[in-house]
């Protein structure tokens, strides 16, 4: 989910996610070569520099866009619960031990860290620690999702994650992209429905939203709208 959307927001970011791969890959061979330690550590010399500039700054990255999301989600989420249901992501990082927005921090925790782990990453023959190995997690009421959240609040956190997502795309390009919901209508209750439908009317947002069921659209929504049935692998034009 990070990468893809951050990816989305930020090319640049993109581009330091590839690079940290392809280093990430190089570094990974060296180690599962069947080399002497200290020519081992001669060669890793060379790619940590480039591991540890790329990670540090897809993991600074990574922090702000959390806390940008926060920052809308909590709002979207209040509204589509009617304050009920509260949500906040969390960013679980193997370098870093605080949250902190400073890339020389974060250079210095991933060079020690790198340091420290240096044998026991030569053992195991792989790259115990970077971003690639980071996590992230979604919580309700302080309830990790994953684990205690229903179908139904899984739906409603994902719809904040992607509304807040529009919402930042807005604030860098100044227009809002095409938003796409799959069948998400039949998850949702009459109230939440009628949130989110209101809302793609009032921002005059794009939307493709497929569904199984127009009872859940009303008349005002297929009046400002064009809908179209698929019949037998046929798009009709209702």
Known sequence: ??????????PLYYKYLSEY???LGHRNNILKKEINQKKKKEKLLIWDPRLIERGSFLILTRIKFIKKINRLAHKFHQKITREKE?????YQ????????????S???EFKDKLEEHKEKEIEQRTTLLGPHRDDFSVYINRFNIASYGSQGQQRTAVLSLKLSELELIKEKEGVYPIFFLDDVMSELDEDRRHFLLGLIIDKKVQAFITS????YFNSNIKEKSRIFKIEEGKIINL
Request: hydrophobic fraction near 35%.
């Open 212 to 215: 199984i069921n127009l009872d």
């Open 1 to 10: 989910f990070l990468d893809e959307q951050i990816s989305q927001i930020y």
């Open 86 to 90: 509260d949500i906040k992501l969390t």
């Open 106 to 108: 974060i250079n210095k």
């Open 93 to 104: 990082s193997n370098i870093l031990k605080d949250q902190e927005e400073n890339i020389s």
């Open 21 to 23: 791969y392809r280093i």
